[in-house]
């Protein structure tokens, strides 16, 4: 399931198409974001036990380790895992809300943080620096890839298959489908690859930092260490 603002409704299709529960809504902070978990645990369908969860908040107000906490502990305990976008906008209180969400996982060792902060530079965002909507499709893949491969899901016979031993990448949704490129679990940065789904893998270097998909055969990536798009 994820739940956002309006940065996260540019790629609620996309979210959606790939089975993704999505609740997103313009101008949304982080006591609106608050009373959807309520309101969707509640409804028990989306939102109970063993659901994954993503959420981004923080790009429309400031944020507060109490407001933050104030979310999380509404989701249910046997929800999970959960996932917290870094947020990216030309707003004085972005830079302390990013430190706000990147010190969640220390505080709520069950949550875990996806850096859209990171990547967002490089998606081709709206005039305003902060929205996905503008330049074709490209930004919403960037975002809903994002998000899918944190989750690492990836579409396996008409279900969903959790790969655990990978971090974060892509997935050629616009394409095949089955192309996808993540980060192996504390390995160095290495890249791994699929062209079946998922079924297996091949590792391709180390190093690198950020990945993403832009079609079956078009990788794109950022090394830790070095400068430039890969």
């Not at 109970?48 to 107000?61: H, L, P, R």
């Not at 297996?200 to 930092?209: M, P, R, S, V, Y």
């Amino acid at each position: 399931i994820a739940i956002g603002e309006s940065v996260m409704v540019g790629a609620a299709s996309d979210l959606r198409g790939a089975g993704v529960f999505t609740d997103a809504k313009e101008n949304r902070g982080p006591e609106g974001v608050k009373n959807t978990v309520i309101s969707l645990r509640d409804d028990k369908r989306p939102l109970g036990d063993g659901t994954a969860v993503v959420i981004q908040v923080g790009t429309n107000a400031a944020l507060t380790d109490a407001a933050l906490d104030a979310i999380i502990d509404e989701i249910p305990a046997g929800a999970g895992p959960v996932y917290f976008l870094t947020v990216y906008a030309d707003l004085a209180y972005i830079d302390r809300n990013n430190e706000l969400i990147g010190a969640l996982p220390g505080r709520h060792p069950g949550v875990s943080v996806i850096d859209w902060h990171l990547v967002a530079p490089n998606a081709y965002l709206c005039a305003d620096g902060i929205h996905i909507t503008c330049n074709g499709t490209y930004p919403a893949l960037v975002y809903s890839n994002l998000i899918l491969a944190a989750l690492a899901v990836h579409i396996n016979g008409g279900r969903f298959r959790f790969v655990e031993d990978l971090d974060f990448g892509g997935v050629d949704w616009a394409d095949t489908g089955k192309r996808l490129l993540a980060h192996r679990h504390e390995s160095g940065g290495m890249l791994a690859t699929s062209d079946d789904g998922g079924a297996t893998w091949k590792d391709l270097e180390k190093g690198f930092l950020n990945c993403g998909v832009l079609d079956h055969n078009t990788f794109v990536a950022t090394k830790a260490k070095e400068k430039g798009i890969w």
